[in-house]
């Protein structure tokens, strides 16, 4: 099937902690995005990479990192997990440039630190 | 600064009848406009867009919205709604400082009941 998918779907996990989680899309778009979504369900950016080159990074703590091996691939390192950051986590890509191309979300991986 | 309202938390609508999700935004320049909707425990999934063109624009699963340019709003509508209509719908904004980056707004919970 042709999508954005992400690993894991769930991440439980203790303070202090060192996570990762993996977005895959095989649509052969050529953009994608780290987004997070709180308890209310509001959605804010975090970063956006273009061709592997990071083009958005948003206002994050440095104890996020990401990275992008590839165009098909980028991922979420996060570093001394804080309570803070419960949360889902959703990535997306997209094709096209002037930000005229839609955005495929990935299912999101629902992180709790304890 | 770019900005996106969605000023409904929730819209109630019995099966059968028409039903209007608001947005307005703000931005410079000309706006790029997209509603997605969210099912619960999955990711967001694209319904249409605005870039440019006929001001009524029509999406998957019968929605379609309007945009108004002087009134800075893009309300989604669906002529008939469905109970599995219910569910979580964003409207989003094209940044004009970035053309990558989405605004989102705060998401409206459509109840439709039978």
């Known amino acids: 099937d042709t999508a954005v998918s992400q690993t894991p779907k769930y991440l439980v996990t203790q303070m202090g902690n060192d996570k990762s989680i993996k977005c895959e899309q095989n649509l052969g778009h050529d953009t994608m995005y780290w987004y997070k979504q709180d308890s209310k369900k509001f959605l804010k950016i975090m970063f956006s990479?273009?061709?592997?080159?990071?083009?958005i990074n948003e206002t994050v703590p440095n104890r996020f990192s990401p990275k992008s091996p590839d165009k098909a691939h980028l991922n979420l390192h996060i570093n001394s997990l804080e309570l803070g950051d419960s949360a889902v986590y959703f990535c997306?890509?997209?094709?096209?440039?002037?930000?005229?191309?839609?955005?495929?979300f990935g299912p999101g991986t629902r992180l709790t630190v304890l | 600064a770019q900005s996106v309202a969605q000023p409904e938390d929730q819209v109630n609508v019995a099966e059968g009848n028409p039903l209007t999700v608001k947005c307005t935004y703000s931005?410079?320049?000309?706006?790029?406009l997209f509603w997605y909707v969210q099912y619960p425990n999955r990711g967001l999934q694209f319904l249409l867009k605005y870039i440019t063109g006929d001001n009524l624009v029509k999406g998957s699963y019968g929605f379609e919205a309007e945009f108004n340019k002087s009134q800075t709003s893009f309300h989604l509508k669906k002529p008939s709604a469905l109970v599995s209509d219910s569910a979580l719908y964003f409207c989003?904004?094209?940044?004009?400082?970035?053309?990558?980056?989405?605004?989102f707004g705060s998401g409206t919970r459509l109840l439709v009941r039978p």
């Open positions: 931005v410079s320049g000309n706006p790029y």
């Open positions: 989003a904004v094209r940044d004009g400082g970035s053309s990558y980056k989405l605004i």
């Open positions: 990479y273009n061709n592997k080159e990071l083009i």
């Open positions: 997306a890509s997209s094709q096209g440039s002037g930000g005229a191309g839609e955005q495929f």
